[in-house]
């Protein structure tokens, strides 16, 4: 199979030769690489509220002495940058996952440079708020810089390794296990910089618990989801080479 497209030439109406344009190749790597960034600066922007969830009973006695849970924005959408690490680092490799990583640090960088110059302008009357709404974004965007770059690389990281040892053998298991080393270090760090000194230090060391567990529980109920979506595209990844998904592309009529 070939595994590049081949470049494409447009005949023009004035007949002075075909128009080329490069080859990409056949991938799905780069979709994944866009909603890994996009979930990435969204949860960025959306982790600058704090708001109350439910009261669980148990957690809600431990943490909050029966108050309700505290989560911010990001609690929606960040789990999910998680999940698209592991498939990119157990489909594509330490190499991939790390581009898209680098990337993903790249524009959390411009993001917080262009919060800053936003919030140094003027703004036209009944448009003040806005300049509340960004004052925290570049103390909360340089927080989640450190964590993601922390907490992604070791998620990464874990989850190669081990696949370096297991192959295609127990990849639930590393799924998991780069999950909670991972996100560990990301809410810890994540939490500290972006709020010790504004809320108190009790209300700090739960909403971090709080923030851990939660979004671990979330990526290992979406496990066997990942799963799927791991096996699908190391079976239609034309240069994926492992035993067993050469003779699927081979018998797959999408080949």
């Known amino acids: ?23 990409v190749p056949h991938s799905y790597y780069d979709i994944f690489v866009g909603v890994f960034v996009a979930l990435l ?11 109350y969830g439910p009261t669980v009973p148990i957690l809600s006695d431990v943490f909050y002495e029966g108050g309700p849970l505290i989560f911010d924005g990001g609690a929606f959408l960040f789990p999910f940058v998680y999940i698209i690490g592991d498939i990119l680092a157990e489909v594509y490799g330490w190499r991939r996952a790390r581009r898209a990583i680098v990337l993903g640090f790249a524009m959390l960088v411009l993001a917080a440079l262009t919060y800053t110059v936003v919030s140094w302008t003027t703004p036209v ?52 296990l780069s999950t909670v080393v991972g996100q560990f270090f990301d809410t810890l760090v994540f939490c500290t910089i972006a709020y010790a000194g504004t809320i108190s230090l009790l209300e700090l060391a739960n909403y971090t618990a709080t923030g851990f567990l939660y979004k671990t529980l979330i990526e290992i109920l979406i496990v066997p989801v990942t799963l799927l979506t791991i096996r ?24």
């Open 1 to 23: 199979m070939n595994t590049t497209e081949h470049p494409t030439t447009d005949q023009p109406a004035s007949g002075q030769g075909p128009t080329s344009y490069a080859a």
């Open 41 to 51: 600066i969204l949860s960025g922007v959306t982790a600058a509220k704090l708001f």
């Open 125 to 176: 009357e009944n448009f003040e708020v806005w300049d509340q709404a960004l004052a925290p974004m570049l103390r909360i965007t340089v927080a989640g810089i450190v964590a993601f770059l922390v907490g992604s690389l070791l998620n990464a990281s874990i989850v190669v390794r081990l696949k370096e040892r297991m192959k295609e053998r127990h990849v639930a298991f590393r799924l998991i």
């Open 232 to 255: 699908a595209l190391k079976k239609r990844e034309p240069t994926y080479r492992a035993p067993g998904f050469e003779i699927y592309r081979e018998a797959s009529p999408a080949a």
